[in-house]
Nanobody, 125 residues
Framework: QVQLVESGGGSVQAGGSLRLSCAFSGYTYTNICMAWFRQAPGKEREGVVT???????GYADSVKGRFTISKDNAKNTLYLQMNSLKPEDTAMYYCAADFLGGSYCSVKTSLFGYWGQGIQVTVSS
């Protein structure tokens, strides 16, 4: 059973930075796609970025150039470095994972079956 636990959220002023972490466990297969999603109050869940088992990434247009995803397999941790934060980045952020490859490992997919509990990020103007 894949388990995901997020940490590192909080409040920051616009223009600031935060780094989210997602500790993952419970799987041995290497062909796993991991992602960050977010959901703001009253809005649909939005895919932010994905990273596949080969390290290829895919970003939502809204965060390109500001957010960076990375993964440390030795530490079983996924990261999301968020720079130049904007008030519209305020949301609950979720770590997600599933055994997806190719084009299925995408911010547009709804096939992720494993989710963290979520962590709040608040950006004030």
């Amino acid at each position: 059973q894949v388990q995901l636990v997020e940490s590192g959220g909080g409040s920051v002023q616009a223009g600031g930075s935060l780094r989210l972490s997602c500790a993952f466990s419970g799987y041995t297969y290497t062909n796993i796609c991991m992602a960050w999603f977010r959901q703001a109050p009253g809005k649909e869940r939005e895919g932010v970025v994905t990273i596949d088992s080969g390290g290829s990434t895919g970003y939502a247009d809204s965060v390109k150039g500001r957010f960076t995803i990375s993964k440390d397999n030795a530490k079983n941790t996924l990261y999301l470095q968020m720079n130049s934060l904007k008030p519209e980045d305020t949301a609950m952020y979720y770590c997600a994972a599933d055994f997806l490859g190719g084009s299925y490992c995408s911010v547009k997919t709804s096939l992720f079956g494993y989710w963290g509990q979520g962590i709040q990020v608040t950006v004030s103007s």
